[in-house]
């Protein structure tokens, strides 16, 4: 199982479990001052050993520690929806007007679906946040089951699930979309 991090508002959401010592490491290194995101995100590659406990946690570590932000961890077992990982989504979806799952990130999408939604949301000028669901199996299923939705990207606009490509495509050129992701800037 690896480690995925949902970043949003000063916030960390780490899915996974505790970080090696190797990281750890890393993470005080001189390359980390001037990368803070490429120190986490080097988690997200790492494998875990341990399976079976579940822990929810708050913690403070490198540059993000200055800031104040809190890193959330929860492990999740063979890719299911824990308890854990459904209140770390709630919270990053509550935290964040419009939130993209997806395969890659928005400077880098990786499938084509992925892509037009990013295009269409780069058309509204609108901010939000992309998680790359390719970078944790047990992410994947768990947002899987989270919107009862089985492919992705899934778009979440204030807090409720929009749809996937298809949707938000067609609600892009009937006008509903431009009209959700207004009223929700507003609220």
Not at 50 to 64: E, V
Request: net charge positive; proline share 4%.
């Amino acid at each position: 199982m690896a480690m995925a991090v949902l970043q949003a508002k000063g916030v960390h959401v780490v899915v996974g479990a505790s970080v090696p010592s190797s990281v750890e490491s890393r993470k005080s290194s001189p390359c980390a001052a001037f990368f803070p995101r490429l120190s986490s995100l080097s988690n997200l590659s790492q494998s875990v050993s341990a399976l079976g406990t579940r822990r929810l946690s708050r913690r403070r570590t490198g540059s993000r520690a200055q800031s104040g932000a809190g890193i959330l961890q929860c492990r999740a077992q063979n890719g299911a929806l824990t308890p854990e990982m459904k209140e770390a989504l709630d919270a990053f979806i509550a935290a964040n007007k419009v939130v993209l799952f997806m395969k890659g990130n928005r400077n880098f999408p990786q499938c084509g679906f992925s892509n037009t939604c990013v295009q269409i949301l780069n058309k509204f000028n609108v901010p939000y946040e992309t998680v790359n669901i390719l970078e944790d199996e047990s992410l994947r299923q768990g947002v899987k089951e989270y919107s009862n939705w089985p492919t992705f990207p899934q778009l979440y606009i204030d807090g409720e699930f929009f749809g996937g490509c298809d949707i938000t495509m067609e609600a892009y050129q009937s006008g509903e979309l431009k009209e959700t992701l207004d009223k929700a800037m507003l609220s």
